[in-house]
């Protein structure tokens, strides 16, 4: 849970800001719509993903089986540059969030404060250059920092709301100014279905559950084939994930919308003004202000560890897509499977995202939000099929009714917020470009990773090759009657000059799925 944590539970860094600029005084409201999104819609879809797969391959993995040949290819580099993005924006952002923590703090030299872009790529150097080295302990590093920085949130949280039980006129401003905007219940929850998307980027973390499932504990009779115990520990590992980071986000949104001006949230200017204290790190904010300095320090501290520690989870992650789908599909070389080329690259990347977004925490959180969306809209479509597949009228219809509502959040979040989508569209074109090149490079090439025989085939070899020499001829039948064999073996001995007292095999090999690059035999 703490793995899936680092990346999940991490966003409370930036999340409260990044909903109060999108919500104002509904950002509550939009949370506890988020919150339901993700106890009703992502939970349930994340559950049967780890029931359907439950040795983390995860969602794209279920819509590869369910979608075969070209289109299912096709469709699974597509959903790969999505994920490439998520992955990419959740280093990029947690390392500029780290930033925006380090030249916020009152113990920070006053130069950091015009040096936002080179202290993030420096971080993200520093990230590449681990992932160098190798990256190993990743599991205690995670517990403890998820432990300290959840119990440091609970302290600042619980501290916020008792300002606000100290000051209850700020709980009556607060409302008082909902209904003087809004004017009913009714209206605020229809405005916050239309402002939540923006907050979409705290569903973050559930495609690595998933992904974690292989060093989830089982129980002693699981089948490997079909391990139940695992299985029913991943979906309590969601559950307590969910629940946890539900309560955060309420609990963290309530507080800093109550408690912090708006206009120090505000985002950096485009001509060079100076970002609110409050953006990119809400939270942040009220620890130092309610809690002092050396706790907010300490806090401080926490938040960028959590957030460095996120972005080496999506560098792990990274380093899985590749070599899980491309070289197995005839897409990328060989050479792709190593881990360092690949954290050469995929640095490289993060320094022209920083660089794009000018290591702004709030320009990057729409992309984010798309590459998350995005993903869990695909695990939502491949529940549905899989259930559907089942012939349950009722459960397919729940996972639609998901379905349809996740990607009516990524359309509007693409709408409002494009940059995602040009992100995700480089990904996609770089995968698919290289791919096809790579593809048509390697088409010479010997596809057959192993050759299994059953008895019948062994059979035929053990009495062809008794005492003599066994000759295999290659061979593409086309009526499988016994004049095509014997011209066939005629012309093949005449060619190739095989003695007649030499037996001969055929050796046939018919190619169910051609979009396969390597496969056993």
């Not at 060079?272 to 130092?288: D, K, M, Q, T």
């Not at 060619?495 to 396969?516: M, T």
């Amino acid at each position: 849970m703490c793995l899936t944590g680092v990346d999940y539970f991490s966003t409370l860094g930036y999340q409260p800001g990044i909903a109060a600029l999108a919500a104002g005084a509904l950002s509550p409201c939009a949370t506890l719509i988020l919150v339901l999104l993700t106890l009703f819609g992502a939970l349930p879809i994340y559950q049967r993903v780890a029931r359907e797969s439950p040795h983390g391959e995860g969602s794209i993995s279920m819509l590869e089986h369910l979608l075969p040949w070209w289109q299912g290819k096709l469709f699974v580099l597509v959903l790969l540059g999505f994920l490439a993005t998520d992955f990419i924006i959740t280093i990029t952002l947690s390392a500029a969030d780290a930033t925006a923590h380090l030249i916020e703090n009152p113990f920070a030299p006053t130069f950091f404060h015009n040096q936002a872009v080179p202290i993030t790529l420096i971080l993200l150097a520093l990230l590449g250059a681990v992932f160098l080295k190798g990256f190993k302990e990743a599991i205690g590093i995670a517990v403890g920092l998820v432990i300290l920085y959840l119990a440091l949130n609970a302290v600042v949280i619980a501290a916020g709301i008792g300002q606000i039980a100290i000051h209850p006129h700020l709980f009556i401003e607060w409302k008082r100014a909902l209904f003087t905007v809004h004017g009913s219940p009714l209206a605020m929850f229809g405005v916050s279905l239309l402002l939540f998307p923006k907050l979409a980027l705290g569903l973050s973390g559930f495609e690595t559950g998933v992904a974690m499932m292989p060093l989830v504990k089982g129980e002693p009779g699981d089948d490997e084939s079909r391990p139940l115990g695992k299985i029913r520990n991943t979906q309590h590992l969601l559950f307590t994930a969910a629940v946890i980071m539900s309560v955060f986000l309420i609990a963290s949104a309530f507080v800093t919308t109550l408690l912090i001006p708006a206009a120090d949230f505000r985002s950096p200017g485009p001509n060079g003004e100076f970002a609110g204290p409050a953006n990119g790190r809400a939270l942040a904010y009220l620890a130092h202000r309610f809690l002092g300095n050396g706790f907010g320090t300490l806090y401080d501290i926490s938040t960028i560890a959590i957030l460095w520690f996120a972005g080496a989870s999506a560098m792990a992650g990274l380093l899985n897509i590749v070599p899980r789908y491309l070289p197995r599909y005839g897409m990328a070389p060989e050479w792709t499977r190593a881990a360092r080329p690949l954290v050469l690259i995929y640095t490289a990347i993060a320094f022209a995202v920083t660089l794009l977004f000018k290591a702004g925490v709030d320009a990057q959180g729409g992309a984010y939000a798309t590459g998350v969306l995005v993903v869990i809209t695909s695990a939502a479509v491949a529940v549905t099929l899989a259930v559907w597949r089942t012939r349950s009228a009722a459960a397919a219809a729940a996972f639609c009714l998901i379905a349809v509502v996740f990607a009516y959040t990524t359309v509007v979040n693409i709408i409002e917020r494009p940059d995602g989508v040009k992100i995700a569209a480089f990904f996609i074109s770089a995968i698919v470009i290289v791919s096809l090149v790579s593809r048509v490079w390697r088409t010479t090439e010997l596809r057959t990773g192993e050759i299994t025989l059953d008895a019948a085939a062994e059979r035929f070899i053990d009495h062809a090759a008794r005492g003599k020499a066994l000759r295999i001829i290659a061979n593409q039948p086309r009526h499988c009657h016994e004049a095509e064999y014997s011209k066939r073996e005629r012309e093949q001995r005449e060619d190739n000059g095989i003695p007649p007292e030499d037996r001969v095999l055929f050796l046939e090999i018919y190619v169910p799925d051609a979009s396969e690059f390597s496969a056993e035999l």
